[in-house]
């Protein structure tokens, strides 16, 4: 009877540890989906924190932040650009050095390709875990920050699929929208394209808009992007659903809208999914 207790006991005391290990765990810090140079510049050496650049991958040989890995957003491609299916596309991201509790900062010339990859990322469940580097390169460089032309190996770590369903809308879903006051499209394309046809209800809006400097890649506050939004139509309530040619545009004003607090969803396929059907009507 006593051996039976002392083994219960210490059985007891054995989960209690573990459970007590687990919650001192460490875990990547969380900045929010935006990050300054200064911070990331405090957090180089911090293991729970991947830097992924983007965009030229020449640029990127001539000199990155250090300890940053390379990703070609056409490996994160299937037919049609679109995405790899899940599994896939969260290997070339492992890759890429994410992984499962660390906290990616993104990175590049591009902006664009840097909110495409963010969509990527937020398509496998992981948005809350992947900042945007509030500047570029040349503002990184111009503040005597390090930099390295080393190319770090691939990484190794297992970045998990995780439900994403309130992400990724497609031509069904928005056709089905068109009507109700809940949402709220958002056409980032150029006056051209626009000029060609648009869905119906839509507002153009310029992603070069959501930035203070084009220059250095700096953003606008969240006050200013929420002005922004406001002034292109948003009413409070609404959820923002943005698309343009082919879903990078609309990736990238996705995340500017999770940025300004606003509920948002993207149409991955956008234009080039939305003409290719004569039934879906479209405003000319």
């Known amino acids: 009877m006593i051996r039976l207790f002392v083994s219960g006991t210490l059985a007891t005391l054995l989960a209690a540890t573990r459970a007590t290990a687990a919650q001192a765990a460490p875990a990547a810090a969380d900045p929010g989906p ?17 830097v992924v650049a983007t965009g030229d991958e020449g640029r990127y040989d001539r000199g990155h932040i250090p300890g940053a890995r390379f990703l070609e957003h056409m490996d994160t491609l299937g037919p049609g650009h679109r995405l790899l299916p899940p599994d896939a596309l969260a290997a070339v991201l492992a890759k890429a050095g ?25 398509s496998l469940g992981h948005a809350a875990n992947v900042s945007l580097l ?24 297992r970045l998990s699929v995780r439900a994403a369903p309130d992400i ?9 929208q068109l009507q109700s006051p809940s949402i ?35 953003f606008k506050s969240q006050d200013e992007l929420r002005a922004f939004f406001a002034r292109a139509g ?11 040619a082919v879903g990078m545009r609309a ?7 999770l940025r300004a607090g606003l509920p948002a969803r993207v149409y991955l396929g956008s234009w080039q999914d939305w003409s290719r059907d004569a039934a879906n009507p479209v405003v000319r």
């Open 98 to 122: 994410a992984a499962d509790g660390t906290r990616v900062v993104l990175y590049g010339d591009s902006p664009m390709t840097t909110g495409w990859v963010y969509m990527a990322f937020a």
């Open 134 to 157: 509030d500047g570029s390169m040349e503002l990184w460089r111009s503040q005597n920050r390090p930099v390295s032309t080393t190319n770090p190996a691939a990484g190794t770590g």
């Open 184 to 218: 709220h499209l958002l056409d980032v394309r150029t006056n051209n394209e626009w000029n060609g046809g648009h869905l119906p209800g839509a507002t153009l809006v310029f992603w070069q808009e959501i930035f203070a400097d084009q220059r250095s890649l700096t």
């Open 168 to 176: 990724i809308v497609d031509a069904k879903w928005v056709k089905s």
């Open 251 to 257: 990736s990238l004003m996705y995340w500017a809208a």
């Open 234 to 244: 948003v009413k409070p309530g609404q959820q923002v659903v943005t698309y343009c």
């Open 34 to 50: 935006l990050v300054s140079t200064e911070w990331l510049a405090a957090h180089l050496d911090d293991p729970l924190v991947r």
